[in-house]
């Protein structure tokens, strides 16, 4: 079995001491992010990426990758014992979650949580072994009209299930478009929108856009709306484990979670959090007594916590398989896979194999870590909630100044930053969600030369983008996600299923 | 043990010979260069392929120096805002640049007011490397040489054509496009890996690419490479032939060297020159410069001085030749 070598190849690649290190501080560091309220894994992320430019590449992606799921970790503990989600995806854990713990079951919820994660991680691993290859190969035949139309395929389903309203979400994906035009033009060489300032002459740098879009707004939101403080439900170690009835229901509740995750997750603008709020969706409609949920259903607290960590794991395949992010987490570590000097795609399976299976093989490491250290570790996690934000915040302001300047020591990019800040915070007084934004700016130079290339190529025939059968498959399915928006019929169905947040 | 002491390697040898040939030039300067830390420019970001390369140098240059290097990274305007800042610096070479020259000086013609006169405002060094640009066709393309590319493009009329990847691919294009007098729609791409599909659909008839990716292309079999830009074959892939071999005149070479500031004193230049030789000189710098795809390139300031000049000159003629509008 091929799958077999490869992954071999991977553990070996992943199994060595630093790489085990670095994947440690990475899960370490994502259930730290997952537990504090307030950071959630996209500005964790952007805090995060300057400290990994020394580390080699393989080592900088498990650790990222590590953040990245160890933070759907973390948020699902304090989502359980203090009814407080530390981010996006663990906020359906809460509605059962905590009712569980309030019944004295706080013990065996996180057990399920925690081996629900596991198994849906481990079922993930799997998934990307299985199906990177053979989509990878799919990814060779992808000629540029195919990738302007998968690219746009992608923007509009990242409106479709963007949180909030439509009109927002389309507003920040045309916005990011603009920024990300900002720079250099391919095709002639010529400078657009720069307005004589040298910094821009490549474009928008990532880095102070992200950091000052998510890292700082972040803290400015937390302290215009300081969280509340609340008191912890005590666990014990000795409480974790589940009993009979309780395992009963939790394991078919992770099975569906865990499936529905892994497909949720391969999609363009899917991701953990759908995963998680599609999950709940399910099990509370498939469910023989609808009515406990909401009342401490174990159902409700082992589907979401697989669905969120399947979902976590398989979003790397168009990522890693395509070179497309599919969610705005993904287009943060395409951002860290570029500056590491790799440009992601369907080459990188073939030219560093190393990379792309140590990787497939650190998320299981990591997930088995994750585990072992999670549960033990519990009553730490949860005293780390009285962490004091006036230590806090300046910590983070700080990382952030220090992550933007020592990549280019042009104090412009600070400029950028401020700038970047600014704007993030009118955003926030907007209520705009600025995660599409950052997906429509690494996407829309891509969106632009592919379609120019498309056209010249064909001089100038827009049919080119309808003769050849991946480009007119996908922009029929593009066609078809505009059609849910507008028919009233579903779009009923999406604001339900938002509203539960 | 002794026997392998006594026995001269070419390493030996080669350290023994530069030091012959400089210790004149050393015991007349007395220069007690350089006695505290040194800065290398680096005009690409952390971590990129380029970064790579001076922080290489960096590393090996310290060794024998014998004093800390540091690099910093000064992104943006193609180089210009590196070559910028090392030309105002202090010149008492403590600020290195280490760049690709060819870059450095198409500079000169890519702006509209480019911020220094490169071959004024700065000194050649030492050379690092040099590397062609390359043309290749698909794995299956019916063409084997250049003459056949020749043939296909004419038959086509002006309908041929072309990936082009960096400023380079786009000049090298154009240049063997009028020298043999034929013309294709070019289709510009940031990187290799971007054209990989389309050229391996058989859209495209040939591309101009950066010899790293071609090179890790033609093993992987993807493409076949029909010929470097050089005037002559490169000592590390010397089965590929020149376009000059076709009898289509090209002298275009890619290649990396290292300048200061112009009023550098020359025993420091001489002195920095010799610790960037001593590093050229090594087995590993040289295995290492091959995995970028180019040859070690040593030379003497002058050399290096005067390479500049001519690149400068050869790119006012390349700029206008590809229609390349200024910023």
């Not at chain 1, 309220?37 to 805090?47: F, M, R, S």
């Not at chain 1, 580390?55 to 503990?77: V, W």
């Not at chain 1, 909030?164 to 507003?171: E, F, Q, R, S, Y």
């Amino acid at each position: 079995m091929e799958v077999f070598e490869h992954l071999a190849t991977g553990f070996l690649a992943a199994g060595s001491l630093q790489n085990l290190m670095f994947c440690f501080i990475g899960v370490l560091l994502g259930t730290l992010i997952g537990v504090l309220p307030g950071i959630g894994p996209i500005p964790a992320l952007a805090i995060l990426l300057p400290i990994t430019f020394g580390l080699d590449p393989l080592s900088a992606l498990i650790m990222l990758a590590g953040i990245y799921y160890g933070a759907q970790y973390g948020g699902s503990t304090t989502s359980i014992l203090v009814n407080m989600p530390g981010e996006a995806s663990s906020v359906v854990t809460c509605i059962d979650g905590h009712q569980m713990a309030k019944r004295g079951r706080a013990g065996a919820a996180l057990a399920i949580a925690a081996v629900g994660s596991f198994f849906a991680g481990t079922i993930g691993t799997i998934f990307i072994a299985a199906f990177g290859p053979p989509l990878s190969a799919i990814a060779q035949q992808f000629t540029s009209p195919d990738y302007f139309a998968l690219m746009l395929l992608g923007l509009i389903m990242a409106v479709v299930l963007a949180h909030g309203a439509v009109l927002k979400a389309i507003a920040m994906v045309l916005i990011g478009l603009l920024l990300g035009l900002v720079g250099t033009d391919i095709n002639t060489g010529l400078t657009r929108y720069t307005f004589g300032i040298s910094g821009l002459w490549e474009g928008i740098e990532f880095l102070p856009l992200v950091l000052g879009l998510f890292g700082i707004v972040e803290i400015i939101r937390n302290l215009e709306n300081p969280p509340p403080p609340r008191e912890p439900i005590n666990t014990k170690f000795r409480d974790l484990m589940p009993n009979r009835q309780e395992i009963r229901e939790a394991y078919p509740a992770a099975i569906r979670g865990t499936g529905l995750g892994s497909i949720l997750g391969i999609l363009p603008g899917g991701g953990a959090v759908l995963a998680a709020f599609a999950s709940y969706t399910l099990e509370k409609k498939i469910s023989r007594k609808p009515a406990k949920f909401g009342s401490g259903a174990v159902e409700g607290v082992a589907g979401p916590e697989a669905a969120n960590n399947a979902a976590a794991q398989t979003s790397f395949i168009p990522l890693l398989t395509l070179g497309i992010p599919s969610n705005p987490v993904m287009a943060i570590m395409m951002g860290a896979m570029i500056i590491q000097g790799i440009q992601p795609g369907a080459a990188v399976m073939t030219t560093r194999p190393d990379l792309f299976w140590g990787m497939v093989a650190s998320m299981w490491i990591g997930n088995l870590m994750l585990v072992i250290i999670n549960l033990p570790l519990i009553g730490m996690w949860v005293r780390l909630l009285s962490v004091p934000y006036r230590l806090l915040y300046p910590a983070i302001l700080l990382f952030c100044a220090i992550g933007v300047y020592s990549t280019s020591t042009e104090p412009f990019m600070m400029v950028l930053m401020i700038v970047f800040l600014i704007f993030g915070y009118i955003l926030l007084k907007l209520g705009c969600e600025p995660a599409p934004l950052v997906l429509g700016f690494i996407l829309g130079p891509l969106m632009e030369e592919n379609l120019r290339r498309s056209l010249v190529i064909s001089r100038g025939d827009p049919m080119v983008f309808l003769e050849r059968p991946i480009s007119a498959c996908l922009l029929v399915a593009a066609v078809l996600m505009i059609m849910l928006i507008i028919f009233p019929q579903f779009r009923k169905k999406r604001e339900e299923a938002f509203q539960e947040e | 043990m002794f026997a392998n002491l006594l026995k001269p390697t070419r390493r030996a040898l080669l350290a023994l010979a530069a030091a012959a040939a400089l210790s004149p030039s050393l015991a007349s300067a007395q220069t007690d260069y350089p006695n505290k830390t040194i800065t290398f420019i680096c005009a690409f970001p952390a971590g990129s392929g380029a970064d790579v390369l001076v922080r290489y140098f960096a590393e090996r240059v310290s060794k024998v120096a014998g004093q800390t290097i540091i690099v910093e990274n000064k992104p943006g305007a193609n180089g210009n805002i590196a070559a910028e800042y090392t030309a105002r610096a202090k010149p008492d070479g403590y600020t290195v640049y280490v760049h690709a020259g060819n870059s450095t000086a198409a500079n000169m013609w890519l702006f509209k007011k480019p911020p220094i006169d490169v071959a004024k405002d700065l000194r050649g060094v030492q050379f690092i490397n040099k590397q062609p640009f390359m043309i290749a066709v698909r794995k299956d393309s019916p063409v084997r040489d250049i003459n056949d590319l020749t043939a296909l493009i004419k038959e086509k009329g002006g309908d041929a054509s072309y990936a082009t990847t960096a400023t380079s691919g786009k000049v090298l294009g154009a240049v063997y496009l009028q020298l043999a007098g034929l013309q294709a729609v070019e289709v510009p791409y940031s990187t290799g890996p971007d054209a990989l599909n389309d050229i391996m659909s058989g859209a495209l008839d040939f591309a101009v690419l950066d010899p790293v990716f071609a090179l890790s292309q033609q093993r992987e079999g993807s493409i076949r490479i029909l010929a470097v830009s050089s005037p002559e074959r490169m000592k590390s892939t010397p089965d590929i032939p020149t376009m000059k071999e076709y009898g289509v005149n090209i002298d275009q070479l890619g290649w990396w060297g290292v300048f200061v500031p112009t009023g550098t004193p020359d025993d420091v230049v001489n002195k920095l020159n010799a610790l960037f030789r001593e590093v050229l000189e090594t087995p590993e710098t040289e295995k290492f410069l091959n995995g970028f795809g180019g040859d070690v390139f040593i030379g003497t300031p002058e050399e290096v001085q005067d390479l500049l000049v001519k690149t400068v000159e050869q790119w006012r003629g390349y700029v206008e030749l590809a229609k390349i509008p200024q910023n």
